[in-house]
């Protein structure tokens, strides 16, 4: 009677156990690359909703085995969400009325009869909170990676993806950027690109640090001058190819900003140069630019360099090899000042990107040894770079430079910094005309700068009177990965809850041997098929002669 009620006793323990994990299921994540974990940056978000979310996925039919481990892996992260608020996953279908606004995404794979097919899919999620709508881009499309590399970053990226539009929904106010304008900078033309990328997520404001804001009545700090605390509402300041220096009194604004725990945007070049007269004369000196930023920028620990940069890998630009005016003969020629940046894997603003435009791009240098500013490489040319100083001159009629010369390898072009800046007034008097009753901060709260050695990465061309998305080169007519990198700067800029770190997750690429799988189906198929027979058939014969001895010897 004890034994039977030893085994009730653990029956009952175990079905009570069971009934618990069904109110409280219990996780265990075995992984090695944590794939199946979420941050508890997602936990806090989800766990903030107060109503339930409905996710509509969009990644149905006739799928590839990749694109069905796409679905799969989406599907796994909202289960894995759904444990931390009401998640409610729908499939979608032809006839939803969203799908007309999604723009597919055509596959072309060849059947092995040798034909090739084509497959319209759907590769977006759309998620609805309180009335809300976002919508989630599933699929990373990044040139210069196979289809296999992108698929895997597109998982690595998932849960990234799509706390990004949640964040989105739950957000209740849109944060502010400014960008920077009265010292040459390229007009809202040229930046309608930045500007557009960037609403999707804040208000983006342009104008003049003495009048981005009602100026100060006479009397209030003395005429024309302008507050120290102007910038303050704004999340972060984008300062865009500026052509003409900073007045002292700019500068200490910024400065303060900074200090306060602003963040900045600098896209600064070194050097300056006329395209107009390149284009015109074929040739164009090049003189170091006085921005007056220099002390500034060496005071947060970067310096961008006087000089311009050439490399191998870079773009083609049509050159008129023909004798005769009257029949242009144009071909494309390697331009070694329009040099394709490479990106970083170790940032969260660069992770699984390609290749970046440029043109006329000056290098940074990092200074101030251990001043406790984390430095990180966004940006560097590849491994045969030169460097041009300045003086100099850029020349048309110099296509084909000494080879000899390149023997520079990854000059940083792009650099991110964080921490606690030291003031480049720390030991200077105020500027005239600022309006400020308290002292000025010598020590920054914790914050972050991105600076990037050129104006050239956040502008876009004009075609026909629109405006080309910023990286996009309309010779080629390839489009590199300028509009994602600035994106997610700014979005590391303005980072306070620690989102875009979700970027930084890795997932295993275990990719399968094509040709070796094609080539040893039929041994594989073969294995697969008879080995579990042959091994019930041998389990099975062990336990007939077992019994059969066992039971002849009695």
Same mark, same amino acid.
């Given at each position: 009677m004890r034994k039977y009620s030893y085994y009730i006793f653990l029956c009952s323990l175990w079905l009570l156990l069971v009934g618990a994990l069904q109110f409280r299921?219990?996780?265990?994540?075995? +992984?090695?690359? *944590?794939?199946? &974990?979420? &941050?508890? +940056?997602?936990?806090?978000?989800? *766990? &903030? +909703?107060?109503?339930?979310i409905d996710v509509t996925v969009y990644l149905e039919g006739d799928l590839n085995a990749g694109f069905r481990r796409l679905r799969k892996a989406t599907l796994e992260t909202l289960e894995e969400m759904d444990v931390y608020a009401d998640i409610r996953i729908h499939s979608g279908n032809e006839t939803d009325t969203d799908k007309p606004e999604l723009r597919p995404t055509i596959i072309h794979e060849r059947e092995q009869n040798g034909k090739t097919a084509q497959t319209k899919v759907y590769p977006y999620a759309v998620m609805q909170y309180k009335g809300k709508k976002s919508v989630v881009t599933l699929l990373k499309n990044t040139r210069g990676l196979s289809g296999e590399e992108n698929l895997n970053a597109s998982i690595e990226q998932m849960e990234f993806a799509i706390m990004e539009a949640l964040h989105l929904l739950l957000q209740t106010e849109t944060p502010r950027v400014a960008i920077l304008e009265g010292h040459g900078e390229p007009d809202e033309a040229h930046t309608y690109d930045l500007m557009s990328a960037l609403s999707r997520y804040f208000q983006i404001d342009r104008g003049q640090i003495e009048v981005i804001s009602d100026p100060l009545p006479d009397g209030e700090g003395g005429k024309n001058s302008v507050d120290v605390h102007i910038l303050d509402g704004y999340k972060a300041i984008i300062i865009a190819n500026p052509q003409t220096a900073f007045s002292d009194r700019e500068r200490f604004i910024i400065d303060q900003y900074i200090m306060r725990g602003g963040a900045v945007l600098w896209a600064v070049n070194g050097v300056r140069f006329s395209e107009q007269v390149l284009q015109s004369d074929g040739f164009t000196p090049i003189l170091p630019l006085e921005l007056g930023l220099t002390d500034m920028l060496f005071r947060y620990g970067v310096r961008v360099n006087p000089a311009l940069v050439q490399d191998i890998q870079c773009l083609p630009i049509p050159v008129n090899v023909s004798d005769n005016p009257e029949q242009p003969n144009l071909q494309p020629m390697p331009w070694t000042y329009a040099p394709l940046l490479l990106t970083s894997q170790g940032s969260p603003i660069t992770k699984n990107m390609g290749q970046i435009m440029s043109t006329f791009v000056s290098p940074i240098d990092a200074v101030g040894g251990d001043d406790g500013i984390e430095k990180r490489v966004l940006l560097a040319t590849s491994t045969a770079s030169r460097i041009t100083g300045t003086p100099g001159q850029v020349d048309l009629n110099n296509m084909n430079p000494d080879m000899g010369q390149f023997k520079y390898q990854y000059v940083p072009i792009g650099v991110s910094l964080e921490g606690c800046f030291s003031s480049a007034y720390a030991h200077r008097m105020m500027p005239e005309g600022v309006d400020s009753d308290e002292p000025i901060r010598k020590e920054g709260r914790k914050t972050r700068q991105v600076v990037i050695g050129g104006g050239s990465i956040v502008m876009n061309e004009i075609q026909q009177g629109q405006a080309l998305p910023m990286g996009y080169d309309r010779y080629s007519g390839m489009q590199f990965s300028n509009r994602d990198m600035i994106v997610n700067a700014v979005l590391w800029l303005t980072d306070t809850d620690g989102l875009i770190g979700l970027r930084e997750k890795s997932v295993a690429l275990r990719l399968l041997n094509d040709k070796r799988a094609h080539d040893e189906r039929m041994k594989v198929q073969m294995v697969s098929t008879i080995s579990p027979i042959a091994l019930l058939a041998l389990v099975g014969g062990m336990v007939y002669v077992i019994r059969k001895r066992k039971y002849q010897r009695r």
């Open positions: 299921p219990v996780r265990w994540d075995m +992984t090695d690359d *944590r794939h199946y &974990s979420l &941050s508890e +940056t997602s936990k806090q978000f989800l *766990r &903030s +909703t107060d109503a339930p």
